[in-house]
T-cell receptor, first 116, second 115 residues
Framework: DGGITQSPKYLFRKEGQNVTLSCEQNLNHDAMYWYRQDPGQGLRLIYY???????QKGDIAEGYSVSREKKESFPLTVTSAQKNPTAFYLCASSIYGSVVGNQPQHFGDGTRLSIL | AQSVTQLDSHVSVSEGTPVLLRCNYS??????LFWYVQHPNKGLQLLLK??????LVKGINGFEAEFKKSETSFHLTKPSAHMSDAAEYFC?????????????FGQGTTLQVKP
């Protein structure tokens, strides 16, 4: 079955440590996205990538980094510069093209990151 | 700029009664609108989408939504609630101006279904 796989499901970070969240999709989608979700809030966009080897900052990119070396993969690194990383992180993908605005995004099941 | 407002943060209904989740949007362009559902500790699942075709959109699990341009609304309804409908619901508008595929999310509405 096609879909998006996020791993791990739960992740703990120590002070001063960088951690990387994995996101893999086999939907052959061009675009991929990372969101942060905090309790009682909607989703906020961290980074997005419309094509391999290219990505753009979203609304809350500070303290995060990404790479897009393969179409299938879009890992997110939460760096030590992110002072409040505890949140639920969601990865999504969508078809990209001239009608991209009409395309829904497909989501993984998320990674819950907590501070030790 | 596009924005979306979900008018209720929490809605409680009894099983078998109708569901109404309200959403208003603001957009300078002809928007694409979506409703997503999220069960606890899960990702978001698409319920339905509006992309300038029929104004009454039917989705999965018996949900539907009506696009009303004059009221800038896109309310989600279901005739009869089921216990499994208890979840968080998000109204979403696409950022149509730059055509980046970016989505703008409402704050979410928690639907509680009582037996």
């Amino acid at each position: 079955d096609g879909g998006i796989t996020q791993s791990p499901k739960y992740l703990f970070r120590k002070e001063g440590q960088n951690v990387t969240l994995s996101c893999e999709q086999n939907l052959n989608h061009d675009a991929m996205y990372w969101y942060r979700q905090d309790p009682g809030q909607g989703l906020r966009l961290i980074y997005y990538s419309q094509i391999v080897n290219d990505f753009q900052k979203g609304d809350i990119a500070e303290g995060y980094s990404v790479s897009r070396e393969k179409k299938e993969s879009f890992p997110l690194t939460v760096t030590s510069a992110q002072k409040n990383p505890t949140a639920f992180y969601l990865c999504a993908s969508s078809i990209y093209g001239s009608v991209v605005g009409n395309q829904p995004q497909h989501f993984g099941d998320g990674t819950r990151l907590s501070i030790l | 700029a596009q924005s979306v407002t979900q008018l209720d943060s929490h809605v409680s209904v009894s099983e078998g009664t109708p569901v109404l989740l309200r959403c208003n949007y603001s957009s300078s362009y002809s928007p694409s609108l979506f409703w997503y559902v999220q069960h606890p500790n899960k990702g978001l699942q698409l319920l339905l989408k509006y992309t300038s075709a029929a104004t009454l959109v039917k989705g999965i699990n018996g949900f539907e939504a009506e696009f009303k341009k004059s009221e800038t609304s896109f309310h989600l309804t279901k005739p009869s609630a089921h216990m499994s409908d208890a979840a968080e619901y998000f109204c979403v508008v696409s950022e149509g101006s730059s055509n980046t595929g970016k989505l703008i999310f409402g704050q979410g509405t928690t639907l509680q279904v009582k037996p």
